[in-house]
Structures are given as C-alpha cells and as structure tokens.
C-alpha cells in the first residue's frame, strides 16, 4: 500500500538531500514547493506559512522529518512536527546528513528534533519517536540503506500511532 506522507525538512540547506529521498517512490509525497511558489508563500507572513503548511499536511497518515544540521532549529519544521503530532499523525526522522548535496558535500549531524518537544506527560517526544540514522559513512550506502527501510519506517510509525 503506498502511504501518503508530509516531508518536513530545512529547505535552503537540505533541499537537494531531500530530493533525494522524496525520489525513492514507496511513498506519495507531498508536491514540492518552488522557490517562486515558496517565495509567494513567505510573503504573506506567518499566518500564509500556517496555511498552507496545514493544507499540505491533510490528508497525510505521517511525517518524515529529514534531518540535516540545522534541521532542529528550524522554526517552521518545529511547527510542521507539533501540528503533526497533536493532530495525530505518525511522525519520525531519518538523519540525512550524509547523503551528499549538489557539490558532492556532506554535512554535519544535527541534534534531534524531537528533543525540543514535552508530552503531558513529561516525557520528551524523542522518547516515543524515532529518529532512524544510517549506519553508513558512504552516501549511497546510506541511501541505499533509507530507501530499503523506509516503508518499513512508515508502517511502524503508523502502528505506534
């Protein structure tokens, strides 16, 4: 069954990494946004971004943040994980910081979204979700390892929900 999931990551740094895993095709993701089409969106302040960050997530069954270096300080991708969560949604990460960009680069590992996150309960969100790291140096490795779990991912996710 092919999965309809919301894919939340640092667009300027991590765009092209992201590519890449959109690209795998177990998965219908959401349509990418353009730089002009984002552009647009920016420019009608944050309850613009609200909006259509919340019409993208509907009709999702999960949210796959891609974690790069600075993923985790990312305003909008803590927005796009809390509304995720609060409305339901299967969520977890996969850390991208290997796969290399458009200059053949790496980047650094990023600290893990979901510490940033308290439950009612006290506990912290990264205690529930999981954040799945390759454990390749080698990008093709570490894509390769990605795209032989990531339906795995996305079904465990789902049934932990």
């Known amino acids: 069954m092919v999965r309809k ?3 939340s990551f ?7 990494r992201a590519s890449k895993v959109r690209n ?7 349509a990418p946004a353009s730089d002009n089409k984002w552009e647009e969106v920016k420019r009608g302040g944050d309850a613009a971004i609200r909006r259509w960050i919340d019409s993208q997530l509907q009709g999702r069954s999960c949210t796959i943040v891609l974690v790069g270096s600075e993923t985790a300080s990312r305003r909008w991708v803590k927005y796009e994980i809390e509304k995720s969560w ?12 290997r796969l290399l960009d458009h200059n053949q680069t790496a980047c650094s590992v ?3 979204p979901f510490d940033r996150f308290t439950l009612k ?7 529930i979700v999981k954040l799945y790291d390759p454990p390749f140096t080698d990008s093709a490795r570490a894509y390769k390892y990605i795209s032989d779990n ?5 079904e465990t996710a789902i049934a932990s929900r």
Do not use: C, M, P
Request: hydrophobic share 35%; aromatic share 14%.
């Open 5 to 7: 999931v919301f894919y």
């Open 10 to 16: 640092h667009y300027q740094k991590d765009g092209w």
């Open 24 to 30: 795998i095709g177990v998965v219908e993701g959401n």
């Open 86 to 97: 609060n409305d339901g949604k299967a969520v977890f990460g996969i850390r991208i910081h």
């Open 110 to 112: 990023g600290s893990n």
């Open 121 to 127: 309960n006290g506990k912290s969100l990264s205690s």
């Open 150 to 154: 990531l339906q795995t991912w996305i």
